[in-house]
């Protein structure tokens, strides 16, 4: 009977080349040198990421459609929405302000759930998708830069000091905001790049598309 030799895998934080060894369902493998979590046996992490990022999609598309709050002054009344803030932004001449909020409450999120949609999806079907390795190597990059909590932050404080001078009603989006961080959080922790590629080394001639 032949042996093959373990695979080697280095540690994120301090570079430590490792042996892998096998886990029971639900254990984590922990770096020798700084302990920092090196890998999961979490054999249903794509399930709950891809759970969790439909969630978050629908969410998502809640929140940019219906308003984040509105104002009533005397006998007026006036919602606001993610499309309405940025646009309000850029005409009062705050145009980074206005641009980096598109980008980190809008672009960033949605590509963020695009990618991991046709990523997840197809491998839920059994299937593997096109250009996998490059959807990866995006979500990679685009991940640090999705701050839907940072906007959620900002909106709460503008709400405290609105709610001296004016009459605010939260809308449906705000809370929609509130669990999407929610489930973008958990899709992020429930994901598992080594779940992927394991589950596509098992796959190699069967791509969506071919």
């Known amino acids: ?14 570079d430590l080349l490792q042996r892998e060894i096998p886990l029971k369902r639900g254990c984590a493998a922990s ?14 992490s794509i399930d709950r990421t891809l759970a969790y990022t439909l969630t978050a999609a629908v969410l998502f598309v809640i929140a ?8 009533e002054v005397q006998d007026s009344h006036r919602a606001i929405n993610l499309a309405g803030a940025v646009r309000s932004l850029w005409n ?17 999120p949605a590509l963020e759930l695009i990618t991991m949609s046709y990523l997840l999806l197809p491998l839920k079907f059994q299937r593997v998708p096109v250009g996998y390795t490059f959807i990866l190597r995006m979500l990679r990059i685009v991940e640090p830069w999705g701050m839907v909590e940072v906007f959620m932050l900002g909106v709460l404080v503008s709400l405290v000091k609105l709610t001296s001078s004016f009459k605010v009603i939260p809308g449906i989006a705000l809370w929609s905001f509130g669990i999407l961080t929610l489930m973008l959080a958990a899709a ?6 080594r779940d992927v590629w394991a589950r596509l080394d098992k796959k190699p001639d069967t791509e969506v598309g071919s």
């Open 31 to 44: 770096c020798s040198r700084c302990g920092a979590v090196l890998y999961r046996n979490a054999t249903d």
């Open 92 to 108: 009062q001449q705050m145009q980074p302000v206005s641009l980096l909020v598109f980008l980190t409450a809008f672009f960033i």
């Open 1 to 14: 009977m032949v042996h093959f030799p373990a695979q080697l895998i280095a540690c994120h934080d301090c």
């Open 188 to 193: 992020a922790a429930s994901f598992s790049a």
């Open 64 to 71: 940019n459609v219906f308003p984040i709050f509105a104002i």
